[in-house]
């Protein structure tokens, strides 16, 4: 069997080889090679193993983020239904609606809402203090202290 002495580092660019070549050193201070391709044939066999192990992981991964994203598209298809379900049923009873979000500050108004008070349903408008500008400016203040202790907040 052929052998090396361990001069083989001025040969050898990569490191994990070199570390290879000098663990295959006999007590001689020569590399076997027979030692020296088990030992990087086990090192081959540890990645093999690796490399087994992340593709295993990465494809439970995938099958995981592709079930979130078919229960996200099914949550929207459900939320995009309901959506329309209730836009419908707002025209169908012709009521001006508006909801007001208390934690954001924003507030929802319908576009019956709008044309009942004869604003264009095209403006923009989602805060309360929209609605708070509609009031006639003699009475706005006793509107916001009437509403003020049941919010805990003054407007």
Same mark, same amino acid.
Request: charged share 35%; proline share 2%; net charge negative.
């Given at each position: ?24 050193? $006999?007590?001689?201070? +020569?590399? !076997?090679?027979? %030692?020296?391709?088990?030992?990087? #044939? ?41 959506k ?10 012709? $009521?001006?609606?508006w +909801?007001? !979000?208390l934690? %954001?500050?924003?507030?929802?108004? #319908? ?45």
């Amino acid at each position: 069997m052929k052998h090396f002495t361990k001069d083989f580092d001025k040969l050898i660019g990569h490191d994990l080889l070199k570390k290879q070549f000098a663990e295959a050193l $006999d007590h001689h201070g +020569e590399v !076997n090679i027979e %030692t020296l391709f088990q030992i990087i #044939s086990c090192t081959y066999e540890d990645s093999d193993k690796e490399r087994r192990i992340m593709e295993h992981t990465m494809t439970e991964m995938s099958s995981e983020v592709m079930q979130a994203n078919n229960e996200l598209r099914d949550q929207r298809d459900e939320l995009l239904l309901s959506k329309e379900r209730y836009t419908l049923a707002e025209k169908a009873t012709n $009521d001006g609606l508006w +909801e007001w !979000n208390l934690s %954001t500050g924003d507030v929802y108004y #319908s576009e019956r809402w709008k044309e009942i008070l004869g604003i264009p349903v095209t403006e923009k408008l989602n805060k309360i203090e929209d609605w708070f500008d509609l009031i006639h400016p003699e009475f706005k203040e006793q509107v916001k202290e009437a509403i003020d202790p049941h919010f805990g907040q003054t407007f």
